[in-house]
């Protein structure tokens, strides 16, 4: 039952009034005299943050309305409550639309009234009061206001503390800067200095003299402004009227007519001294950095020429054996992919594939350590796990005495030159090797044909042999003219253009199984020849099952900013010698076309700035996994945008 609304509203006032309660003692209270007159069981205080309600102050026995409990603000009476002006009040909570039904199924009051706390404009929590029962009638208004008195009391008291917590910091910190410039004053080369609210100049330390010509008895009871260049004039005075809005200045650089002649560049460094809450003086160092001005000059110019270069570069510190990256313009960071933020600190052997192994380490530290100038054709991996094919020209930099203390790299991407120089590598071992020895086998059966019971035999050799010199002649000019093809990056939807190849693979192979499923709402950024390229994986799996009823599944997920494709067969697994000339990216022998069509895919897939691996399948699965990792594109990004260089054949 209510109690006198005016007696407890006067009581309330009181308590917060009470310099002798802090801030939680007031609350507590508050919370106990109000739940009384509301006559209700439960009142607490939250902080609302984050998507979450936290209890910070409590009354009553309830288990989850306990200081330190917490629940997510979609299942808490508070969320209709922060959304109000007033106050949110409910007879009956599991009747009430207000009430969410997870908050009653977790906290089952059956009444509940609340209103939101605000500190310095903004929402801090909710003071909230409830029982387990529902009330026969309606809160009234007047205990509406209440509860709204309680919150708006809590909120001037928390405003209040979080002022009273500044000031307190501000005199303390002047205290301590009070200390600090009596210690430092006049032994440091620097100028410190103080003004008054005018400006005038009311004290300066003897470096004055040294720095500006001017001592300090001639600077004290002047303003700055007199000293002033009429360039740095505009941003100095606006600086200083920074100052008097309780801003501190840093690092604002200005020109200070010295007395006999000529100006100086002055560092200016300030803030308001207060004294009871009231700026009483500005307190600064300005420090001569005349000639750090010109020096930064010079290093801006070199360092912009730098940066705009097309060419990586980087620099390392030549005392780390692990050669960390010190510096790296814009163009290494486009080239790998990193920001510069994830370049700097690591070694240059982050960046090597996993192809470039110990050993080619250890050969590139050896080199370097001899101080001489060197070049490196390194695989080298960018941030979406692409490869390409850097050539690395690394200088030694030496000190006055002689010392090597830094390398610069020059770094230049040559994947378009070293593809071409693998596609010309593979023809020619095709023509040397395959015709070769293809050759030998039809001319030594072609002996036999004289010879009545070798003869159909001899045929048979010669016709299989001439059939796979024909199928592999036909891979290398298919090979080369998606060589000699323009790339042609287009949006490609992955159900269309895998459902064309489940079409293509039924007809040829009508008791193998091809499924299919797509696990991504964005399209593919590639060339229309991606489709010869899949095609090509599942072909492959179906030819070298060892039943004519294969299992293929091609799924399509997300990874990151590329589309990962992934075709598991069920098969026997591909050979040792297979994987490894993925792996490896040459081949040892070329007897068979299933090496060809892997060359196929890798050519098409990383000509888009894709990826190819394929390794048998995972644990004790049967089969082959081929893994296509292709550039991804959304609605709304053009194809401009998404489209991504040429990346290496293999990793």
Request: charged fraction near 25%.
């Amino acid at each position: 039952m209510a109690r006198d609304s005016t007696s407890i509203r006067e009581r309330i006032y009181a308590t917060f009034a009470d310099d002798e309660l802090d801030f939680e003692a007031s609350v507590q209270t508050a919370l106990e005299f109000t739940a009384d007159s509301l006559g209700v069981e439960y009142g607490f205080l939250t902080r609302i943050g984050d998507g979450e309600q936290r209890i910070l102050q409590a009354i009553g026995s309830h288990e989850l309305l306990q200081p330190g409990e917490s629940c997510p603000l979609e299942q808490a009476y508070c969320r209709r409550t922060i959304q109000l002006s007033g106050t949110l009040s409910v007879q009956d909570a599991a009747a009430s639309p207000a009430i969410p039904s997870e908050a009653f199924d977790t906290f089952e009051l059956g009444c509940y009234i609340g209103t939101k706390v605000v500190v310095d404009d903004e929402v801090y929590g909710t003071v909230c009061f409830g029982d387990s029962t529902t009330r026969n009638e309606s809160f009234s208004e007047s205990e509406g206001l209440l509860v709204e008195l309680v919150g708006q009391l809590i909120s001037q008291a928390l405003e209040r503390r979080a002022y009273q917590r500044t000031l307190a910091d501000q005199n303390r910190r002047l205290e301590t800067e009070r200390k600090t410039f009596e210690e430092i004053t006049e032994t440091t080369f620097d100028v410190i200095y103080r003004t008054d609210s005018h400006g005038v100049f009311t004290y300066a330390s003897s470096s004055a003299e040294r720095i500006t010509g001017y001592t300090r008895e001639e600077l004290v009871g002047t303003s700055f402004i007199n000293y002033t260049c009429e360039s740095s004039l505009p941003r100095t005075i606006a600086a200083f009227d920074q100052l008097l809005d309780g801003d501190p200045v840093e690092h604002l650089e200005i020109e200070f007519e010295r007395k006999i002649e000529g100006t100086v560049r002055l560092e200016i460094n300030a803030r308001p001294v207060y004294s009871e809450g009231e700026i009483q003086l500005i307190q600064g160092v300005a420090r001569d950095i005349t000639k750090r001005v010109e020096q930064e000059r010079e290093l801006r110019l070199q360092h912009r020429a730098l940066e705009d270069t097309a060419v990586g570069i980087t620099i390392a510190e030549a005392a780390d054996p692990a050669f960390v990256i010190t510096y790296a313009n814009e163009a290494f960071e486009a080239l790998t992919g990193y920001s510069r933020d994830e370049i700097l600190g690591h070694p240059y052997r982050t960046f090597f594939a996993e192809s470039v192994g110990p050993v080619d380490i250890a050969d590139i530290s050896e080199v370097l350590a001899t101080g001489d100038s060197s070049v490196f054709d390194l695989l080298v991996t960018r941030r979406d796990e692409t490869p390409l094919w850097c050539r690395t020209s690394i200088s030694p930099v030496s000190d006055e005495s002689g010392e090597v203390t830094h390398y610069v790299g020059f770094h230049e991407n040559v994947t378009e030159e070293k593809r071409t120089v693998r596609l010309v590598e593979l023809l020619n071992r095709v023509l040397r090797h395959n015709l070769r020895n293809s050759m030998n086998v039809i001319l030594g059966n072609a002996d036999l044909l004289d010879d009545p019971e070798m003869a159909s035999v001899a045929v048979s050799r010669i016709r299989e042999r001439s059939h796979d010199l024909v199928q592999l002649s036909e891979r290398a000019r298919e090979l080369k003219r998606y060589a000699h093809r323009e790339r042609d990056p287009c949006r490609l939807d992955p159900e269309t253009l895998l459902t064309r190849i489940v079409e293509e693979h039924a007809q040829s192979s009508p008791h193998a199984t091809v499924t299919i499923d797509v696990q991504s709402d964005r399209s593919i950024c590639a060339g229309s020849e991606l489709g010869r390229a899949l095609s090509e994986l599942v072909t492959n799996a179906i030819s070298h099952h060892p039943t004519d009823s294969a299992h293929v599944s091609i799924s399509v997920t997300d990874a990151g900013d590329q589309i990962r494709i992934e075709v598991l067969d069920n098969g026997d697994g591909i050979s040792p010698s297979e994987t490894s000339f993925v792996r490896m990216g040459h081949e040892t022998e070329l007897d068979h076309g299933s090496s060809m069509g892997l060359w196929l895919v890798n050519w098409i897939v990383t000509r888009y700035g894709g990826s190819f691996q394929i390794e048998p399948a995972d644990g004790d699965q049967l089969g082959t996994r081929a893994t296509v990792l292709v550039p991804a594109i959304d609605a709304e990004t053009s194809i401009e945008a998404a489209a991504k260089p040429s990346t290496a054949l293999f990793w």
